[in-house]
């Protein structure tokens, strides 16, 4: 539970272990980072996160925009920021019609 809790904290956690992919969502912190493995930095940066602002108005990854809805473990170790804008209502045009979707075990005829 406590890494269950880390992960949603930073606003992203696996859903399906071993797929190398990490599904977005609300941050609970205005900064955290992350000392990799590697010697390198992951920072995650919500502006705007406040009382009666919950929900993601737009995320980017290393200053572009971010039009899905996952991360990929590689982009992690890489090191960056992931930069959520944070709003009082949801953003329903965010990641956009047609965003990749994350790995699924359900065929996609079946979404």
Do not use: C
């Not at 797929?19 to 992951?42: C, D, H, M, T, W």
Request: aromatic share 12%; net charge positive; glycine share 12%.
């Amino acid at each position: 539970m406590s890494a269950w809790y880390l992960f949603t904290a930073l606003g992203f956690y696996p859903v399906a272990p071993g797929s190398g992919e990490y599904v977005i969502g609300r941050p609970f912190l205005p900064r955290a980072s992350l000392q990799l493995p590697n010697g390198k930095r992951f920072t995650v940066v919500a502006d705007g996160l406040a009382d009666g602002h919950g929900y993601i108005g737009a995320v980017t990854l290393d200053g572009k925009p971010l039009r899905r809805a996952f991360l990929r473990h590689d982009e992690i170790l890489a090191g960056g920021e992931l930069r959520f804008t944070m709003q009082a209502a949801p953003n329903r045009d965010w990641p956009g019609i047609g965003a990749e979707a994350p790995y699924s075990m359900t065929s996609p005829a079946a979404r």
